[in-house]
């Protein structure tokens, strides 16, 4: 291909809108908008990404540092909008809406009576918490959802310190919404004040660290009151009794009990279909220095950026005509320079591009029969015969 039939637009300047250095290069090199749409040297990339997708080792050749599982692997990025639970320890990696972690219950207490107390202006688990002098995790957090299928009202408890995770939830008892007024007046809960204790027609829901944890606090499904010492099993029972907690970072893994991380993330792959366009941003992010993209070999859609500088006495163009041939019959992918452009405007382009290797066909050179070789990861060149050059191309790319 030529460089003008691929219409490439290569700017100076970092797109205002770029959130991380991948991004920006990718623009400034043309192959995406800075509406992250692919141009046309974009979509030769994809193509080219597409067809070496088929190849089992796909993803391991590009050296991409990836976290993932059997399902799904993802990309670490500032930009990403999932987040992924991962362990650096053992490597273990979810999603976060659907990372497990290690649940440690307190000590087990005796069961002590229940005991209603009034507790006013107490609408939040801190409110309550503080207004009772007891920690977060002696209480327990109720909330309260309508599945949307048969508007079944729903009932959750989990610890007054955790998180509910609606996904995990979701798992368990089909599509939710959350519960209006009427539904929880009709299920006999106090909204701020409710419990799962004598309710009617509710699906009780509880996390599974509930079963082990003795005398919390909960509503008491009157305005201005809550119980004390609610006890699971003996004030009221579950019909699900699941994991339901959404992990924070610095949780423990649940396979080594290492503190989880939680990163920003895309995801590459999922159950073996490629996300191919998230797979450029990951090269380009991972293989690049403060000149442009330095692909490699095979992410690369062209393995040289052949350019030729123009001469006084010489046509430098004719002969790197010769050599664009040349080097395509040999079975070498080739984008040519065939701008008429000053040397240095062409070299920038060549950096930013990113392609393994730029060939320059320059009078000086080619008055002692050579060409100027450079790879794009190294910072000199080298003169090579004109006759070695494509023997010394395969080298390099191999
Ligand atoms: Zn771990």
Not at 12 to 28: I, M, Q
Not at 107 to 124: G, I, M, R
Not at 304 to 330: S, W
Request: proline share 6%; with cysteine; net charge negative.
């Amino acid at each position: 291909m030529k460089y003008r039939d691929l219409n490439i637009q290569t700017q100076r300047d970092a797109p205002n809108n770029a959130r991380t250095e991948g991004f920006s290069f990718l623009v400034r090199a043309g192959y995406l908008t800075r509406e992250n749409v692919p141009t046309q040297l974009g979509e030769a990339t994809l193509h080219h990404l597409r067809d070496l997708s088929s190849e089992p080792a796909f993803l391991s050749q590009l050296s991409l540092p990836t976290v993932g599982n059997d399902e799904e692997i993802f990309f670490p990025i500032t930009s990403g909008p999932i987040n992924v639970a991962h362990c650096p320890n053992c490597n273990y990696t979810d999603r976060l809406e659907f990372a497990r972690c290690a649940k440690i219950p307190l000590p087990k207490e005796d069961e002590l009576p229940l005991e209603k107390v009034l507790t006013p202006d107490c609408h939040t688990i801190e409110a309550l918490a503080n207004f009772l002098g007891v920690p977060k995790e002696k209480t327990a957090k109720a909330l309260m959802y309508t599945r949307v299928y048969d508007n079944q009202f729903i009932f959750v408890v989990i610890r007054g310190d955790m998180q509910l995770s609606e996904a995990k939830l979701k798992q368990h008892v089909g599509d939710i919404r959350p519960a209006t007024a009427e539904e929880i007046e009709g299920s006999g809960a106090a909204a701020g004040y409710a419990s799962p204790i004598r309710l009617k027609d509710a699906i009780i829901v509880v996390d599974d660290l509930i079963p082990m944890s003795q005398n919390l606090v909960a509503g008491a499904n009157e305005t201005g009151y809550h119980f004390k010492n609610t006890n699971y099993g003996r004030d009221y029972s579950a019909e699900i009794v699941q994991d339901l907690i959404q992990a924070k970072a610095g949780d423990a893994c649940i396979n080594c009990g290492n503190p989880l991380s939680i990163l920003p993330a895309i995801s590459l792959v999922t159950r073996k279909i490629y996300d191919i366009q998230n797979i450029l941003l990951a090269l380009a992010e991972t293989h690049h220095d403060s000149k442009g993209l330095t692909l490699p070999h095979s992410a690369a859609p062209f393995e040289v950026y052949l350019m030729q500088i123009p001469g006084k006495e010489m046509d430098t163009r004719a002969k790197a005509e010769e050599l664009y041939n040349n080097l395509q019959n040999a079975g070498i992918s080739v984008l040519f320079d065939d701008r008429e452009e000053r040397a240095g405007v062409k070299f920038n382009d060549a950096d930013l591009l990113g392609f393994p290797i730029r060939v320059t066909v320059g009078e000086k050179g080619l008055k002692e029969g050579m060409v100027e070789l450079k790879p794009r990861k190294e910072k000199e060149n080298q003169l090579v015969p004109l006759d070695k050059i494509i023997e010394k191309t395969k080298s390099f790319l191999k």
